[in-house]
């Protein structure tokens, strides 16, 4: 049963797959593989974008490997195209698990003409309007606040939805964080924050960051009940986040949950060489033991719903074949044209830009090669 | 919407005065926000001491009372909160009216006004908007010093995403306010303090708007163009009543808004007289007549009979007892204009 501040992260499933004394589980055989699917999607998304980073196709890759139970367990507890979400850049499995198109993702990871982003901004940075995904930033952080203003407007305009806020360890030693839990708390803003520690800023441990004993604890100073989750268990993830989502749906406050997992990659391509400089290579195997998707096949095995190894190589053949269908179709599709840089600054085009657009425009006319 | 203020067209106090009714400054903002309150129920209103006390300087004065504490509340003591608590609201479809009590406490929620506001619908590719208005006092001239008395509007003006307005009539501020109010994108609204309760004159009691990005010719002339906004804009009234005095025909222009800024009222202006001062009282560093002396220089260059002067704050920060010293009165403008004169 989950409850507040506990002394032990939550978990439905221990670390070698079987069912914790008193557990149950309530997920269908369907709904138990298809949890498989989705996390194996997010690996086998992380190793084909670092493919295509290697052969000099995008320039920027932050994986999520390791972290699939916590961002699968967090798409599939709340309401899908109905909750909000104001997640961070390393959310792409959080993204997948809502249903925001392969095709999408790559897109905005290539800059492709097909982004719905635009091409705007670094890859990385998703959003989708149409899974209520809201677009990535890259300051750290300051997705708090305004997940605090969005479920303070779902409280006043009286809907059953609540905002989802994610935001690595990292994120907790910024004032943002604070103002924005502040303002939630304040508030009883149905807003769901919550920690996907993976326990590495870039190169900084946990232990650097906070002298706090946990993330979770630190819901006390705000007045809201804080709770605790193994992030590596993904039906831990996605009970506590739908029994969380459904109290806040009821009227209930904000809370805290913080999932407790481990990057196992690097922070990004710029620091690939972790092991070398910041963190020992027996910390990281240490961690991919326990790796969540092998958790979970652990556990349907012993529920008799084994993952094969012939299923398995032809589940990831589909899933490659997905993702390289979106990379041509993104890389077909070209990369926005010179003139949408103008757009979207402002509703409409004021004097000033349209002064710069029309040199611009002048110099592109004259052949004048780009704008350097 | 009625009675849309015209670009350049010459704003007489008294234009209205048959259904209008005489306020200052100030009373004009909480009139605009009340109107806003009245007929949008997306509309909120919220920062730090706006909802029993109205405010500090007493914009909201009564509306709490009026419209209840779901419309009109007070916050945490947090500007980044106050902002990004806005943004959040604007994506999910309100439209958040937010006060930051004095302009020079912004910094912590500036991340989120350059990362968030500004951002999101470039991001974003159009998919999320944030129509936002956060109203916050600024300038000098009541002796506040440096932590209350900043006019810090360039920084604003240099982040794309950002609209940036400063009035400096209650005409100007009501109908200013409700055009940013009902636009579509981040605006920063600058009220002036020291013309809270200064500036006093004829507002409409009908529903109107002030398009942003359109100056006000205060005064028409021939000699020189005089073009200033916000607090500066009655000690610019009075260099040129000075200036009459010797026989100089100024135009004053009052800019009203700075990001989008009415380029063809300035470049026009210049035009006809060849002259121009740019009073503003920031510090001259980066300041946004900087810009405005830019353009001129560019566009108008062969109508130009002497140099574009500028006028403004020091580069100091701002301080206490010189505070009459340190803003750019009558005097400083004049001379500047006389320079110009007999270059």
New interface residues.
């Given amino acids: 049963m989950l409850e507040a501040f506990p002394a032990e992260p939550y978990r439905l499933l221990a670390e070698d797959g079987t069912l914790m004394a008193g557990a149950s589980v309530t997920q269908s055989p369907a709904q138990l593989r298809e949890l498989w699917q989705d996390m194996t999607v997010v690996r086998e998304f992380d190793r084909k974008l670092i493919t295509l980073l290697r052969q000099g196709r995008t320039t920027f890759y932050a994986q999520a490997s390791g972290m699939e139970a916590t961002q699968i367990g967090i798409a599939r507890g709340i309401r899908a195209g109905h909750d909000?979400i104001?997640g961070y850049y390393r959310d792409h499995g959080i993204a997948l698990g809502i249903g925001v198109p392969i095709e999408e993702l790559v897109a905005q990871m290539l800059g492709a003409n097909t982004?719905?982003?635009?091409?705007?901004?670094m890859p990385h940075?998703p959003?989708?309007?149409s899974r209520r995904f809201?677009?990535s930033?890259?300051?750290i952080a300051?997705?708090?606040?305004?997940?605090?203003?969005?479920?303070?407007?779902?409280r006043?305009?009286g809907t059953d939805e609540v905002?989802i806020c994610t935001f690595g360890d990292g994120a907790t030693s910024e004032?943002?964080w604070h103002?924005?839990v502040?303002?939630a708390a304040?508030n009883d803003a149905p807003c769901l924050f919550i920690c996907e520690n993976n326990q590495w800023a870039i190169s900084t441990a946990v232990h650097h960051q906070t002298r706090s004993e946990s993330i979770h604890i630190k819901a006390r100073a705000y007045g809201i009940p804080g709770y605790y989750v193994d992030g590596n268990d993904v039906l831990a993830v996605q009970q506590a986040v739908s029994t969380l989502t459904d109290q806040m749906r009821a009227g209930g406050g904000p809370v805290l949950l913080e999932c407790l997992t481990y990057r196992v990659g690097s922070h990004s391509n710029a620091d690939a060489d972790a092991e070398k400089t910041y963190r020992s290579r027996d910390e990281v195997k240490s961690w991919t033991g326990r790796d969540p998707i092998v958790r979970l096949e652990r556990f349907m095995a012993s529920q008799g719903l084994e993952i094969g190894a012939e299923e398995r190589a032809a589940e990831v053949t589909r899933i490659h074949s997905l993702i390289d269908s979106a990379v041509q179709k993104a890389e077909e599709s070209g990369q926005p044209d010179w003139r949408i840089m103008f757009?979207?600054?402002?509703?409409d085009l004021?004097?000033?830009l349209r002064?710069q657009y029309d040199h611009l425009r002048a110099e592109q006319l004259a052949g004048q090669e780009g704008t350097r | 919407m009625t009675a849309t203020q015209e670009p350049g067209v010459r704003q007489q106090p008294s234009s209205s005065a048959a259904t209008g009714v005489t306020m200052t400054l100030i009373q004009a903002v909480t009139e605009a926000i009340r109107g806003e309150l009245a007929s949008d129920e997306r509309v909120v209103v919220f920062g730090e001491d706006v909802g029993a006390r109205g405010g500090v300087f007493l914009a909201t004065a009564g509306l709490q009372a009026e419209f209840g504490s779901k419309r009109v509340f007070d916050t945490p003591l947090s500007e980044a909160a106050i902002v990004g608590a806005a943004v959040g609201m604007a994506v999910r479809g309100l439209r958040p009216i937010a006060e930051i009590q004095f302009a020079d406490y912004i910094g912590p929620g500036f991340d989120q006004l350059a990362s968030q506001a500004a951002k999101l619908r470039y991001r974003s590719g159009g998919q999320f908007t944030c129509p936002l208005v956060i109203r916050t006092p600024s300038g000098g001239g009541v002796k506040g010093g440096h932590h209350h008395s900043q006019s810090p509007e360039a920084y604003y003006c240099h982040t794309p995403g950002l609209k940036v307005v400063m009035p400096s009539t209650p005409y100007d501020a009501a109908g200013l306010l409700r055009a940013a109010s009902r636009g579509d994108d981040p605006v920063m609204f600058f009220e002036p303090k020291r013309l809270y309760r200064a500036a006093k004159g004829e507002v409409p009691t009908e529903d109107y708007v002030v398009e942003l990005g359109k100056a006000a010719i205060r005064q028409e002339g021939s000699d020189i163009s005089l073009i200033g906004y916000g607090g500066v804009m009655p000690d610019v009234l009075k260099a040129a009543e000075a200036l009459a005095g010797e026989g100089v025909s100024a135009e004053v222009i009052d800019l009203r808004s700075l990001v989008p800024w009415d380029r063809d009222t300035v470049l026009t202006s210049v035009a006809k007289t060849g002259r121009a001062v740019l009073v503003s009282e920031s510090p001259r560093i980066g300041n946004f007549m900087g810009e405005v002396a830019s353009v001129v220089q560019e566009e108008v260059f062969d109508s130009l009979l002497a140099p574009v002067i500028q006028v403004a704050g020091f580069d100091t920060p701002y301080p206490y007892v010189q505070d009459r010293i340190y803003l750019p009165g009558p005097t400083r403008i004049v001379r500047a204009a006389v320079k110009a004169l007999t270059y």
């Fill in positions: 909000w104001w982004d719905p982003n635009r091409g705007r901004q940075h959003g989708s309007r809201v677009s930033s890259s300051s300051n997705q708090v606040p305004p997940a605090a203003g969005m479920a303070m407007a779902q006043y305009l905002t004032g943002d103002a924005g502040n303002m304040v757009e979207d600054v402002y509703g004021p004097v000033h002064w």
